[in-house]
């Protein structure tokens, strides 16, 4: 059974640029959650996949949007980069509706 | 809307016992979890409840009680490797998102 992976583990970026995160998910689970995580913060709910459909959005604005692939893999992908989008960004995937989710190691994002 | 509150820091002796207590408002609610999280590492799954009462895994335990909108998680025989941050979570019944609070870290002293 293959755990959560994420790309890449660490990224710098400059204001107004833009990146892409990819995780894939466990095997066997359908559902991928995004989540930003501050230092000294809990993770903050981005938005959630399911079936390759957007399935639940926390606060972000538009500029955060998300892909899901049929292998259910999924990307993140930030426009117009600020210097608070600085954070852990992790990627944890569930079965629909499941009790578990498993969390990949995260990517560590740096916008300066 | 949702709202969480745990205490920010707390310390304990190793052999010990400690509960960290979580509070939540929930516009819906479907279950409760708690995670670890290691300093630089990825939240790790504890335990989960839906319903009342106790659950009971190894030396962690987790207590829910729905209508005071209350959990506790509780560590027996603390060991030096307990020392990080405990998160609680709430799921949403409307959205199924589910809603960190800002976590519990733990200090575990020799």
């Known amino acids: 059974e293959t755990g959560v992976t994420q790309s890449p583990t660490h990224l710098i970026k400059t204001r107004g640029q833009q990146v892409t995160l990819r995780c894939s998910s466990q095997?066997?689970?359908?559902?991928v959650s995004w989540y930003q995580q501050a230092l000294g913060q809990g993770p903050q709910f981005i938005f959630q996949y399911y079936r390759e459909e957007e399935n639940g959005r926390g606060n972000f604005p538009p500029r955060f949007s998300g892909l899901q692939f049929p292998n259910y893999s999924s990307e993140l992908n930030v426009n117009a980069l600020e210097l608070d989008d600085s954070a852990l960004y992790l990627c944890?995937?569930?079965?629909?509706?499941?009790?578990?989710?498993?969390f990949g190691p995260g990517t560590r994002l740096t916008v300066l | 809307g949702q709202n969480i509150d745990q205490p920010t820091e707390m310390t304990a002796t190793e052999g010990a016992i400690v509960q960290i207590n979580c509070t939540y408002q929930t516009s819906g609610f479907n279950g409760l979890f708690w995670y670890q999280q290691h300093a630089g590492e990825a939240p790790t799954f504890l335990s989960y409840n839906v319903l009342d009462g106790l659950e009971e895994k190894g030396r962690f335990s987790s207590f829910l009680s729905r209508s005071k909108g209350y959990s506790y998680l509780l560590l027996k025989e603390l060991q030096m490797k307990d020392s990080a941050s405990y998160l609680c979570a709430v799921r949403s019944n409307r959205d199924d998102k589910i809603i960190f609070g800002k976590g519990t870290r733990l200090h575990i002293l020799p």
């Open positions: 095997s066997g689970h359908n559902t």
């Open positions: 944890a995937s569930s079965t629909a509706r499941g009790n578990e989710q498993f």
